[in-house]
């Protein structure tokens, strides 16, 4: 997803990962300042101990004129008393395939390992580091997240330490219907950090409804729900 992806709360006992669903099926819209420019499409599996999460991000409207691109996420790992526990993560471009991103995680030398450019290197693995596509659906595994979530998240290059506090309640109206959310925002230190917020839907597992994504720069990104199915 092409989104400011960052949130996590220590997962207190192993029967909240058994309660997750199967499998969810969901499709957004991305906008920029109001236009329309791509479509998301994401699923997510879980059999047994292990799950598998694909996102895929195609261009539309306008953007689809000057910049022709598939970008996918893929994610996968083991399902613990934790909640998700990445051993994966991959990001590819269909245009530009020299941009593409290779993470594995080593939980026991509490490792990352990176592959970017023909490159390689290490970063420090803090426990209960989520990548950038698992840390959405990592929600689904607690009970009610906390006022403020603190977390490491790793964009399968490096690994940042990010902060998010509970601004409030909100029902949002969206094309996949009506949701009761969460509405989070992030923690910031200083204009140069880019903030972002997000809707989950209270009673669809913690699904992200809605996300908007700040930068510095002026780029103003907007998810929105169009579709969800849960199994």
């Known amino acids: 997803m092409l989104i400011a ?4 709360a220590a997962v207190a006992v192993a029967t909240a990962a058994h309660a997750a669903p199967a499998r969810i099926d969901a499709e957004y819209s991305i906008s920029n300042n109001g236009l ?3 479509r998301v499409v994401e699923r997510f599996e879980r059999e047994g101990t292990r799950y598998r999460i694909e996102s895929v991000t195609r ?3 306008l953007l689809k004129l000057f910049l022709d691109d598939t ?7 083991r399902v613990g008393p934790r909640g998700l526990e990445p051993q994966r993560f991959d990001q590819l471009r269909a245009r530009d395939p020299a941009r593409d991103i290779h993470a594995t995680f080593d939980w026991d030398a509490g490792r990352m390992r990176s592959e970017y450019r023909g490159e390689a290197h290490t970063e420090s693995l803090p426990p209960g580091t989520q990548d950038r596509l698992s840390v959405l659906y990592q929600f689904m595994n ?3 997240p906390a006022d403020e979530v603190r977390l490491s998240m790793s964009n399968g290059r490096k690994v940042a330490q990010y902060a998010y506090r509970k601004v409030g309640e909100a029902r949002l109206r969206t094309p996949a219907g009506e949701f009761d ?7 910031t230190e200083s204009a140069r950090e880019s903030r ?7 009673d669809r597992h913690l699904v992200p409804v809605r996300v908007l994504f700040d930068d510095p720069g002026g780029l ?3 998810q929105s729900l169009l579709s969800l199915t849960v199994q």
């Open 142 to 144: 607690m009970g009610t």
């Open 196 to 202: 972002a917020e997000l809707w989950l839907a209270r």
């Open 220 to 222: 103003r990104l907007e």
């Open 59 to 61: 261009s539309e409207g």
């Open 36 to 38: 329309v420019i791509g």
């Open 5 to 8: 992806k960052g949130f996590l």
């Open 71 to 77: 970008v996918t996420l893929r994610s996968e790992g």
């Open 181 to 187: 959310t969460l509405h989070y925002e992030r923690i």
